[in-house]
């Protein structure tokens, strides 16, 4: 009878272990590896510990110029502007609207320093479309990003 018990125990407890490292793996929809529209950049987004969504440049097409690291020169504060491109956050604090919507987040473009307020929406498996905008979103521009490769 015990060595009964204790077969369904230890049945039971690897159960719940698997099912729980399963459910914890789970990945959502938009964490992964994106390239930008132009192929010049490749984003993580990637589920922070506040459980918000955040995104990162993790590869440059061109990653150096005149032979050094590119950097965040035009970023409007001056103690940033030397920071690397590469590991730059620059979607921050995303949160999930249904299906396949995510905002209340920012964008950050390092070409020109300034941050948008922005949306993206899940298109499908390999495409998201990135809208950022400044108030009210009919005013602004929105972009694909297609998924890529680790």
């Known amino acids: 009878m015990f060595k009964k018990i204790s077969v369904i125990s230890i049945l039971a407890l690897v159960l719940i272990l698997t099912t729980s490292k399963f459910c914890a793996a789970q990945k959502d929809k ?4 994106w ?3 132009e192929k010049e950049a490749k984003i993580e987004i990637y589920k922070a510990k506040s459980g918000k969504f955040n995104g990162r440049i993790v590869w440059l097409k061109e990653p150096t110029i005149n032979g050094k690291n590119k950097t965040d020169v035009n970023n409007p ?4 502007k030397s920071q690397p491109i590469i ?21 950050y473009d390092p070409k020109n320093g300034k941050t948008y307020s922005c949306k993206i929406t899940y298109e499908n498996d ?3 479309s990135i809208r950022g905008y400044v108030g009210v979103s009919m005013l602004g521009r929105t972009t694909k990003w297609t998924r890529a490769a680790q």
Request: hydrophobic share 30%; proline share 0%; charged share 25%.
């Open 35 to 37: 390239l930008n529209e």
């Open 126 to 128: 390999n495409q998201l």
């Open 77 to 80: 504060k001056e103690n940033l």
């Open 30 to 33: 938009i964490e992964g590896y």
């Open 87 to 107: 590991g730059l956050i620059i979607l921050k604090a995303f949160n999930k609207n249904g299906e396949k919507t995510y905002q209340d987040g920012t964008i």
